[in-house]
């Protein structure tokens, strides 16, 4: 079965409407992380319906779930192979996003990416994210923040709550342990002024148990947040 195929099929099964556009830059964007992979590591999953379902149905479950209104502007934090920014930026032209991550190699791949697949509505950004969010120009500027799995919910939340607007919006994407992640991360949460909203738990074309974290930036974040990498790794808040 076609790339193409695999996407519009498993799309419907969840709900989610994709177009012939759309499903063209995917297709691309398949292509070309297939032939990328055999010179940097950038995915574990390589097949056609992996990559369809695991890396871009399961992105675009975020526009699903969460309402990103016309001109907002998004930053991926540690976006990797582009997940999931990039699909995100493919699936929303009017939405602007900045694509993060610490690994150059990794975001001039993405780069190359985004230009074969036409995007105008994107940046990358490579800088480690505890030193983008103590940056002027990047912190508090964003309406919304993502990331997928990229760490626990406590650690995560102190890298990604300060790039938020107040008002705006922390989004994680997360596994099955998502309960217990929440959990541990209410006090982290408090300090850094978010707070969860909703969470949408859903399963995954048969691969597994998902859930989506939608957290509200109540007030602004205190400046000594985020801490330097290895404070936030050996004293998570």
Known sequence: MSIEKIITENAR???IEVNDSLIEKLKIYSE???EWNEKINLTAITDDEGIAIKHFIDSLMLLKYVEIPENSRLIDVGTGAGFPGLVIAAAREDVFVTLLDSTGKKL????DIAEKMGLKNYTVLHMRAEEAGQKNEYREQFDFATARAVAELRVLSEYCLPFVKKDGYFISMKGAL????????ANALKVLSGKIEE???FDLCSSGERNIIKIKKISQTSTKYPR????ISKKPL
């Open 228 to 231: 330097v990498s290895a404070q």
């Open 32 to 34: 070309q992380l297939k």
């Open 199 to 201: 969470k949408f738990n």
């Open 108 to 111: 001039k791949v993405v780069q």
């Open 13 to 15: 099964l969840v709900g």
């Open 178 to 185: 998502a309960d217990k992640e929440i959990e541990n991360a």
